[in-house]
């Protein structure tokens, strides 16, 4: 297990070999200076076990409620090298306007993202709803 620890957040990696998904866990409030770091292990670890879907549970998690920080998040993930090729399952606790401004976010820019209250029904979606390719590629060299 590969994690990143602030002094006010913890991410946890661990690829789940029988499900064939990368599971995130996070605790705490986010830390936006650490964000960058948590994106670059996060595509890392999808590279890595050549996975492109992610379950991320942010049941015991906050983060920024700021609109503008929430609208950067998909540029970050593209300066890094990231890619709309993943599926992203994200377990909260609520679904409430802000997590729904979030999806809609990712979504317009290609990503596969859905929020779930309920880990199976994720899972489910997970394994269920068919990958699709399109946008910009994973580019390798950013992580280095």
Not at 9 to 18: D, G, H, I, L, V
Not at 77 to 94: F, H, P, Q, Y
Request: charged fraction near 25%; glycine fraction near 4%.
């Amino acid at each position: 297990m590969d994690e990143v620890v602030t002094n006010t957040m913890r991410y946890t990696f661990e690829y789940n070999t029988k499900e064939k998904f990368l599971e995130v866990h996070a605790t705490g409030t986010m830390d936006d200076k650490a964000f960058p770091e948590v994106a670059r292990m996060f595509w890392g670890k999808l590279s890595e076990n050549d996975c492109w879907k992610s379950l991320i549970d942010y049941r015991s998690f906050s983060f920024t409620k700021s609109t503008f920080q929430i609208y950067m998040r998909p540029q970050i993930v593209i300066d890094i090298g990231g890619t709309n090729r993943v599926k992203m399952a994200v377990l909260v606790e609520s679904i409430d306007d802000v997590y729904r401004f979030l999806e809609t976010v990712y979504y317009n820019r290609g990503v596969q993202i859905k929020m779930f209250t309920n880990s199976e029904e994720a899972i489910q979606w997970l394994d269920y709803t068919s990958n699709r390719v399109a946008g910009f590629l994973f580019k390798p060299e950013c992580l280095l």
